[in-house]
C-alpha cells in the first residue's frame, strides 16, 4: 500500500463546475498536506497547503483536511480549461520546512469546455 | 520573486557518462531536496540536506551522490549512468526557519541517457 494515495481518475469535469479531488494518508503522524498542480513536462507547482483539521479557501481552490479519517480534499470551484493538469497531494510528517513530501501518484484532471 | 534555479534543463548522456546536476533554492531558504519523476509517475525522494549537512536520504541509488555547499547550492552528481537514469529530475528548497512553510520546485533537468 502506497503511503498517500489518490483517486487514480482521469476526473473529467465540464466547465465552469466543481472538481473534487480527493487524497488518503496511511501515517497518522503526518503533520503538513499540500496539493501540487503539475502540468506535463513541468514542475509541481504548490496551489494549497494546510495544517489543522477543516476547511481553507484560497479563490477558487478550497483544501478540507480530516486527520481522523486520514483523509484531504481538494476542491476546485468554477473549473477552467487552465486548470487541466495533474494534482499531487503530497504529505509531510513536519510542521517544520525540512521534512521531505511523499507524493500521492497523482490525478489528471480535464476541464471540457 | 525569486524561485528555485536549476541548471542544466535539458542533458543528454551516454550509457555509463557521468552527469551533474545543479540546484540553486529561493534566497535565505536552508534545506534542499532532490526527486526523481520518471514518466507517468509521480515524484520520488532522493536525497535532502539542511544547513549543508545530508537529513534524509529515499531511494538515491548508490552510483549518485550530493551535497550542498556554503552557499546553500546543491549538486547531484550521478556516475555510470543506466538507460533507466532517464528521467525528471527535480530541487525543491524549503526553510526551517518559522512553522507552517511549504516547499518550492525548480523547473527541473530533463535527463535522457542514450
Known amino acids: 500500500q502506497k503511503e498517500v494515495e489518490q483517486n487514480s481518475g482521469p476526473l473529467s469535469v465540464p466547465e465552469g463546475a466543481i472538481a473534487s479531488l480527493n487524497c488518503t494518508y496511511s501515517d497518522r503522524g503526518s503533520q503538513s498536506f499540500f496539493w501540487y498542480r503539475q502540468y506535463s513536462g513541468k514542475s509541481p507547482e504548490l496551489i494549497m497547503s494546510?495544517?489543522?483539521?477543516g476547511d481553507k479557501e484560497d479563490g477558487r481552490f478550497t483544501a478540507q483536511l480530516n486527520k481522523a479519517s486520514q483523509y484531504v480534499s481538494l476542491l476546485i470551484r468554477d473549473s477552467q480549461p487552465s486548470d487541466s493538469a495533474t494534482y499531487l497531494c503530497?504529505?509531510?510528517?513536519?510542521?517544520?520546512?525540512?521534512?521531505?513530501?511523499?507524493f500521492g501518484t497523482g490525478t489528471r484532471l480535464t476541464i471540457i469546455p | 520573486a525569486a524561485g528555485v534555479i536549476q541548471s542544466p534543463r535539458h542533458l543528454i548522456k551516454e550509457k555509463r557518462e557521468t552527469a551533474t546536476l545543479k540546484c540553486y533554492p529561493i534566497?535565505?531558504?536552508?534545506?534542499v531536496y532532490w526527486y526523481q519523476q520518471g514518466p507517468g509517475q509521480d515524484p520520488q525522494f532522493l536525497i535532502s540536506f539542511y544547513e549543508k549537512m545530508q537529513s534524509d536520504k529515499g531511494s538515491i541509488p548508490d552510483r549518485f551522490s550530493a551535497q550542498q555547499f556554503s552557499d546553500y547550492h546543491s549538486e547531484l552528481n550521478m556516475s555510470s549512468l543506466e538507460l533507466g537514469d532517464s528521467a525528471l529530475y527535480f530541487c525543491?528548497?524549503?526553510?526551517?526557519?518559522?512553522?507552517?512553510?511549504?516547499?518550492?520546485f525548480g523547473q527541473g533537468t530533463r535527463l535522457t541517457v542514450v
Open positions: 503530497a504529505v509531510s510528517l513536519s510542521n517544520f520546512g525540512n521534512e521531505k513530501l511523499t
Open positions: 494546510i495544517y489543522s483539521n
Open positions: 534566497p535565505r531558504h536552508d534545506t
Open positions: 525543491a528548497s524549503s526553510s526551517l526557519r518559522g512553522m507552517n512553510t511549504e516547499a518550492f
